[in-house]
């Protein structure tokens, strides 16, 4: 008789936290499976295809059998001269295209696994809560240790830095941060930064700004971390396609900033992966050279979701602020639910999917967040069935 043979988990992965957006996965399956209509606005991907001109630059380079080798880890030279050239025209920022740009296979790529570079077990990284999971999942297959930094309302959603001890800020190694941010959709001032820096060179702490969002703006452009002075001195930027262009599936993005962090992340990308295919580089050099008219009608588009999202929540007597930046809006539950049974109820009585707060932290518990990456129509109608329901 054969023999089950069972294999147990690696503890750093037995300590995953319960991963709820698995449990909302089942109850979305369940409820397709009953027939129900679901508008899902849990989704934080564009649904909106990426520009014809990028995928014809794709098609070009795949034909080319230059590219079908093995590329470089670091990215070619075209593509972080591209990167280089499109900080200067955007954020004014002058990088050196050798030393201080990275290319990524999509930004959570290298969010993942910086700390595996800087953090030994035991140190600790500063993680925003509520914030993108990978923050504290890379820091735990790291051995680090998280320390949350919660985002409050009452404090713009920006977290107040000068409330963490000082025993936790010696043993910080690296600090992640997210403007504009997922998944309240805040932005962050320039004095903001600046204070961090502040921080980050008295403890030498790294800091590591997740920038993906920039350029999903309603408002004021948002800032680059490195249009700050002395941001090179302390941290890096990552940035994605990803957002910007419609291109979630391409996986491709890149990190800036101080050379020697950058250096850092690419000894362990050097060891593990072999980069990004060279033709999704070069279609990715048509994109960041792509004319701003094809970006300002995608965010027209968002602007008029948000619109009709916020006003329609409102209208419900919702407690929110108007995004000014993101494709989420980020709401507080009625006071009779926390996140999880308000997802529940909104998706039993009225098919509409939204995520819980809690799943991006504890401090995102009485909150859910909406994403409106999905056409008007279903937002006219996710507020209209919701209004049957509030
Ligand atoms: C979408 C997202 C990313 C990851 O994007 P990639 O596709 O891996 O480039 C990183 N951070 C945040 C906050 C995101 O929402």
Same mark, same amino acid.
């Given at each position: 008789?054969?023999?089950?043979?069972?294999?147990?988990?690696?503890?750093? /992965?037995?300590?995953?936290?319960? %991963?709820?957006?698995?449990?909302?996965?089942?109850?979305?399956?369940?409820?397709?499976?009953?027939? /129900?209509?679901?508008?899902?606005?849990?989704?934080?991907?564009?649904?909106?295809? &990426?520009?014809?001109?990028?995928?014809?630059? *794709?098609?070009?380079?795949?034909?080319?059998?230059?590219?079908?080798? %093995?590329?470089? %880890?670091?990215?070619?030279?075209? @593509?972080?001269?591209?990167?280089?050239?499109?900080?200067?025209?955007?954020?004014?920022?002058?990088? =050196?295209?050798?030393?201080?740009?990275?290319?990524?296979?999509?930004?959570?790529?290298?969010?993942?696994?910086?700390? #595996?570079?800087?953090?030994?077990?035991?140190?600790?990284?500063?993680?925003?809560?509520?914030?993108?999971?990978?923050?504290?999942?890379? +820091?735990?297959?790291?051995?680090?240790?998280?320390?949350? *930094?919660? #985002?409050?309302?009452?404090?713009?959603?920006?977290? =107040?830095?000068?409330?963490?001890?000082?025993?936790?800020?010696?043993?910080?190694?690296?600090?992640?941060?997210?403007?504009?941010?997922?998944?309240?959709?805040?932005?962050?001032?320039?004095?903001?930064?600046?204070?961090?820096?502040?921080?980050?060179?008295?403890?030498?702490?790294?800091?590591?700004? =997740?920038?993906? @969002? &920039?350029?999903?703006?309603? =408002?004021?452009?948002?800032?680059?971390?490195?249009?700050?002075?002395?941001?090179?001195?302390?941290?890096?930027?990552?940035?994605?396609?990803?957002? &910007? %262009?419609?291109? +979630?599936?391409?996986?491709?993005?890149?990190?800036?900033?101080?050379?020697? /962090?950058?250096? $850092?992340?690419?000894?362990?990308?050097?060891?593990?992966?072999? $980069?990004?295919?060279?033709?999704?580089?070069?279609?990715?050099?048509?994109?960041?050279?792509?004319?701003?008219?094809?970006?300002?009608?995608?965010?027209?588009?968002?602007?008029?979701?948000?619109?009709?999202?916020?006003?329609?929540?409102?209208?419900?007597?919702?407690?929110?602020?108007?995004?000014?930046?993101?494709?989420?809006?980020?709401?507080?539950?009625?006071?009779?639910?926390?996140? *999880?049974?308000?997802?529940?109820? *909104?998706?039993?009585?009225?098919?509409?999917?939204?995520?819980?707060?809690?799943?991006?932290?504890?401090?995102?518990?009485?909150?859910?967040?909406?994403?409106?990456?999905?056409?008007?129509?279903?937002?006219?109608?996710?507020?209209?069935?919701?209004?049957?329901?509030?």
């Amino acid at each position: 008789m054969k023999k089950k043979v069972f294999f147990d988990l690696a503890s750093r /992965v037995n300590h995953l936290s319960p %991963y709820l957006f698995a449990a909302i996965d089942k109850m979305k399956q369940k409820s397709l499976e009953k027939g /129900v209509d679901l508008i899902d606005l849990s989704i934080g991907d564009p649904d909106m295809p &990426t520009p014809s001109h990028i995928v014809n630059a *794709m098609k070009k380079a795949v034909e080319n059998s230059a590219n079908h080798r %093995y590329p470089s %880890y670091e990215g070619m030279l075209s @593509y972080r001269e591209a990167v280089a050239k499109w900080y200067k025209k955007r954020f004014n920022v002058k990088l =050196d295209p050798h030393t201080e740009v990275l290319s990524l296979i999509g930004s959570k790529e290298g969010i993942g696994h910086i700390p #595996l570079a800087f953090v030994n077990p035991g140190q600790t990284v500063l993680v925003p809560s509520p914030g993108y999971p990978v923050y504290s999942v890379g +820091t735990l297959f790291a051995g680090g240790k998280s320390y949350s *930094m919660p #985002l409050r309302k009452e404090n713009n959603f920006l977290p =107040d830095l000068n409330k963490i001890p000082k025993n936790v800020l010696h043993n910080a190694k690296l600090i992640f941060l997210n403007y504009p941010n997922n998944p309240t959709s805040a932005t962050a001032p320039r004095e903001f930064f600046t204070e961090a820096i502040r921080i980050a060179l008295k403890y030498k702490i790294i800091i590591c700004h =997740d920038a993906s @969002y &920039t350029e999903i703006y309603y =408002d004021k452009k948002p800032l680059s971390f490195m249009q700050i002075p002395e941001a090179k001195d302390v941290g890096i930027e990552f940035h994605s396609l990803s957002k &910007t %262009y419609n291109m +979630t599936g391409w996986r491709i993005g890149f990190a800036v900033g101080n050379k020697n /962090v950058l250096a $850092g992340l690419g000894k362990i990308k050097t060891n593990l992966d072999s $980069g990004v295919f060279q033709a999704i580089q070069e279609a990715a050099v048509t994109a960041l050279g792509t004319d701003d008219s094809i970006l300002s009608h995608i965010r027209g588009k968002y602007l008029e979701r948000r619109d009709i999202l916020y006003n329609g929540l409102k209208k419900l007597g919702m407690n929110l602020i108007k995004p000014k930046a993101t494709f989420y809006a980020w709401v507080m539950v009625p006071s009779r639910f926390d996140s *999880m049974k308000f997802v529940t109820y *909104m998706l039993d009585k009225a098919g509409v999917l939204a995520t819980p707060g809690n799943g991006f932290g504890e401090a995102g518990e009485g909150y859910v967040r909406f994403a409106f990456t999905a056409p008007k129509e279903s937002l006219y109608e996710a507020v209209d069935r919701l209004k049957r329901i509030l």
